[in-house]
């Protein structure tokens, strides 16, 4: 009797587990009693949306989803919104987040205030403005791409390959030639290496010398302009001197008492010195006219 007493109280516990359970998921289910507006959206893909996931409003959580469930070729899936969070119509739902992280929600885009309240149980429109649906919608085309893109590079790696290991392709006696004419260039350049060396040796002497002999070649030139310097000075002097003596002269000659200045400012001198000069060239005219009348007198013996 002991033990079926134990068996009895287990039993009523564990049921009671249960009914409590049970009825605690059934009132949960129910709006009225949840304080909760319940709605639906259907889409062709889940994508990881599962129960207890979040429902979101410009970042706000208003709600968690209820119940993820196929329905013919999609799935529907039901959520509650607090009555706080106003969906009126035009009202759209999108799934968002990044599945891989375990962060998939629904987001809600409300429509206008004004419009009329969505009742309990409506349908809202899934939009597909999730980047997981462009993502996944551009995958298929991506892959293609890739794939022709590795096709390709396999391709070209292929005819570089061949085209590098081809004995009679242009490629290698390209590179041999140009292997032949690297070592032609540097044994000449080893062989030019110690006249290359000479030349510059030379021309740095060559530079020296030139620079002492125009250093001499300057000095030449600055003493020799030194000396004439010096000479034309003398002759300046000289000149000046020459200057000054004729300048004495000439004030000798203007204002001085002698003969010559006499001659100067005497008229009479002048006047004498032109009546001799006209006598004379008289004398000279008679004698051209009448030669005999003056060598008559002569002798010529005296003549000569």
Excluded: C, W
């Amino acid at each position: 009797m002991k033990h079926a007493n134990e068996l009895k109280v287990g039993a009523i516990v564990v049921l009671a587990g249960l009914v409590f359970y049970i009825g605690n998921q059934f009132f949960n289910e129910l709006p009225l009693l949840s304080g909760n507006m319940r709605y639906h959206t259907v889409l062709h893909d889940a994508s990881g949306v599962v129960k207890g996931s979040a429902v979101f409003v410009s970042g706000v959580r208003i709600g968690a989803v209820t119940k993820v469930s196929l329905a013919g070729d999609g799935v529907r899936i039901r959520f509650d919104a607090t009555r706080d969070a106003l969906v009126t119509q035009g009202t759209t739902v999108a799934i968002a987040g990044i599945r891989s992280l375990g962060d998939l929600r629904l987001e809600l885009a409300l429509g206008p205030p004004s419009a009329p309240r969505l009742p309990k149980d409506s349908h809202i429109p899934y939009t597909s403005t999730s980047i997981l649906d462009d993502v996944a919608s551009g995958i298929p085309a991506l892959a293609a791409r890739v794939d022709s893109l590795v096709t390709q590079s396999i391709r070209t790696m292929s005819a570089a390959r061949h085209l590098a290991t081809d004995p009679s392709g242009d490629l290698l006696a390209t590179l041999q030639t140009y292997r032949e004419t690297a070592k032609v260039l540097e044994s000449l350049i080893t062989a030019l290496r110690p006249q290359a060396e000479s030349v510059l040796t030379s021309a740095d002497s060559l530079a020296h010398r030139v620079d002492a002999v125009l250093v001499d070649s300057v000095a030449i030139l600055l003493t020799d302009l030194r000396s004439t310097i010096v000479g034309m000075d003398a002759t300046l002097r000289v000149v000046a001197d020459a200057a000054a003596s004729a300048d004495e002269l000439m004030r000798a000659v203007l204002f001085g008492d002698g003969s010559v200045a006499r001659a100067v400012h005497d008229d009479s001198l002048y006047i004498e010195l032109e009546r001799a000069i006209s006598s004379f060239n008289a004398l000279m005219d008679d004698f051209q006219e009448n030669p005999r009348k003056y060598l008559r007198e002569m002798r010529l013996v005296d003549i000569f």
